[in-house]
T-cell receptor, first 112, second 115 residues
Framework: DTAVSQTPKYLVTQMGNDKSIKCEQN?????MYWYKQDSKKFLKIMFS???????INETVPNRFSPKSPDKAHLNLHINSLELGDSAVYFC???????????FGPGTRLTVT | DQQVKQNSPSLSVQEGRISILNCDYT??????FLWYKKYPAEGPTFLIS?????DKNEDGRFTVFLNKSAKHLSLHIVPSQPGDSAVYFC??????????????FGKGTHLIIQP
């Protein structure tokens, strides 16, 4: 059983398109996150979300929006894709009161 | 503005010897530190962690040391095994923030275990 799963694994699309990446966790965790790993290999937090609060990293463009249909899912919607959005996106989750985050396998987004 | 730094992009160690991976941080508000291991095309996997109230935490072959005054931590792997070859990320967080701020990662160190 995969604890944190993401779909798709790979996503190739053209500039200007709108796309979504899905994330699901079956750990019963309360908080979920999206991270971006850019070409320089830095992993940076984009969003953290639990059923009470959405925290947005101030550097994330408003073209990016997380959507949580329920506690186990946190999807990432990206509008008007740009070349610079090409990266690997990781979803993660953490239990309440915990420290460790559990990561999904990543989605490699390529914008052409 | 890198708050967590791993200054060695790569490290090569002979199988059976000790691997030492280093990490420095600048934000004195960080109070919890973690190491993650990452294989290609996979997500980071949690390895070991340490709270700022401790200076050492051990789990099998893995030991993390924290020097708060120097804002430095290190991960020791002994003995090193071929399966340890991976990229290791150091991460830090302010636990007092309840996890809302997420983890701040270093750039990673690629550990290569030579047979």
């Amino acid at each position: 059983d995969t604890a944190v799963s993401q779909t798709p694994k790979y996503l190739v699309t053209q500039m200007g398109n709108d796309k979504s990446i899905k994330c699901e966790q079956n750990l019963g965790h309360d908080t979920m996150y999206w991270y971006k790993q850019d070409s320089k290999k830095f992993l940076k937090i984009m969003f953290s979300y639990n059923n009470k609060e959405l925290i947005i990293n101030e550097t994330v463009p408003n073209r990016f929006s997380p959507k949580s249909p329920d506690k186990a899912h946190l999807n990432l919607h990206i509008n008007s894709l740009e070349l610079g959005d090409s990266a690997v996106y990781f979803c993660a989750s953490m239990r309440a009161g915990g420290y460790e985050q559990y990561f999904g396998p990543g989605t490699r987004l390529t914008v052409t | 503005d890198q708050q967590v730094k791993q200054n060695s992009p790569s490290l090569s160690v002979q199988e059976g010897r000790i691997s030492i991976l280093n990490c420095d941080y600048t934000n004195s508000m960080f109070d919890y530190f973690l190491w993650y291991k990452k294989y290609p095309a996979e997500g980071p996997t949690f390895l070991i962690s340490i709270s700022s109230i401790k200076d050492k935490n051990e789990d099998g072959r893995f030991t993390v040391f924290l020097n708060k005054s120097a804002k430095h931590l290190s991960l020791h792997i002994v003995p090193s095994q071929p399966g340890d070859s991976a990229v290791y990320f150091c991460a830090a967080t302010m636990y007092s923030g309840g996890g809302a701020d997420g983890l701040t990662f270093g750039k990673g160190t690629h550990l290569i275990i030579q047979p």
